[in-house]
């Protein structure tokens, strides 16, 4: 049987190059070859029977078909690791509040609680989205157990630190006037990516007008697809069929990174430590510190 001869590292590797669009990004993350990895994608391709992924000038996407076995797969993994915590630590119970900074509550660590969810059915979750500076100043009150926050926000040293790799995004069919100031889709104020943003423009000499604003991800992700202007965005929300990125230019300034951590108290529950480690597996594992 096919199901017999693809493993968990098969789909684990399949998923992972499915979210970064980048064959050389997960080799590098993993400690892999590029060519291995290649290899094992024409090896799952080959067993199934279908092509999975596009081969673009910036990675991969993934084709009709593999977005339908990512669905799959995703469930698949998440039904193991549910299975595993279950027998690990079936009598673990208690509270654990977690806050998510808006623009990182996108997909890798929703999964990861939401495993933590299924497989720890007696932890009462509280989680808590909200934008970043806000999060920050909320820290010192002591009402969260664990937050996840770009580090200049707060003054504490964090678990673990990750960067995230921000592009600057627009529709497919946006068209980008180099003579006319650029049109901005960006968080509302104060925004650490908003700020940074238009310290990097000014830095250009490139003039600019804020168009949209939001404090929803997924709003601004809807405004930059109807082409109300560009945006800066993380890899995982950037939608291949309806945006694409712009190259750094004479009107474009380069993409930039913003460090994250993951920040927790020094006295904790062992709930909140298993809350933690299951939050690990779903952060980004490139430039984690």
Known sequence: MISDQIGIDLLRSFVAVCRQGSLNRVATQTGRTQSALSMQMRRLEDLLGRQLFTRTGRGVVPTPEGELFLGYATRMLALGDEAAARLRQADLSGGVRVGLAEEVATTALPEALGRLRRGYQEIRLDVVVEQCVALGKTWPEGDLDIMVVPTSVITADALTTWNVELQWVCATDYAFD??????????????????????????????????????????????????????????????????????????????????YGLFARDRRSAVVDCAISVLLEGLPIASRT
């Open 178 to 259: 180099e003579t006319r100031p650029i049109d901005l889709v960006a968080f509302a104020a104060p925004c650490l990516w908003r700020r940074r943003m238009i310290e990097t423009l000014a830095d250009q000499g490139r003039e600019h007008r804020i168009t949209f604003t939001s404090q929803s991800i997924t709003a601004l992700q809807a405004a930059i697809e109807n082409g109300l202007g560009i945006g800066l965005l993380p890899p995982d929300a950037i939608r291949a069929g309806t945006m694409r990125a712009l190259p750094a230019s004479s009107a474009v300034p380069k993409p930039f990174a913003v460090q």
